[in-house]
Nanobody
Framework: QVQVLESGGGLVQAGGSLRLSCTVS????????MGWFRQAPEKEREFVAT????????FYGDSVKGRFTISRDNEKNMVYLQMNSLKPEDTAVYYC?????????????????WGQGTHVTVSS
């Protein structure tokens, strides 16, 4: 059974930084595209970033481009989301997801496995 587990959320002031981590078990991580999504209260889920299986290709949502960086360490089965210059509108539950397909970037519907989410709150 594939398990996805996020960590690293918390409270940070606007302009600050935070790094989220995600680990995947039960699947060959090095052949899995990974992604981050977020959902703010009373809003729809929003795509944040995705990284292909090798780490050589990344793709970002417009709202985070230039501020967030997705990366991965296949030896540790970890994917990270470095978030800089945080804004109050970045406040959301952040979800890590794994995609078993080969297309890149994958659509949100192609992500098969999801974590429970980690809360990020950015105060003004």
């Amino acid at each position: 059974q594939v398990q996805v587990l996020e960590s690293g959320g918390g409270l940070v002031q606007a302009g600050g930084s935070l790094r989220l981590s995600c680990t995947v078990s039960g699947r060959t991580f090095s052949r899995t595209n990974m992604g981050w999504f977020r959902q703010a209260p009373e809003k729809e889920r929003e795509f944040v970033a995705t990284i292909n299986w090798s780490g050589m290709r990344t793709f970002y949502g417009d709202s985070v481009k230039g501020r967030f960086t997705i990366s991965r360490d296949n030896e540790k089965n970890m994917v990270y989301l470095q978030m800089n210059s945080l804004k109050p509108e970045d406040t959301a539950v952040y979800y890590c997801a794994a995609d078993s397909g080969v297309a890149f970037p994958p659509s949100s519907e192609e992500f098969d496995y999801w974590g429970q989410g980690t809360h990020v709150t950015v105060s003004s």
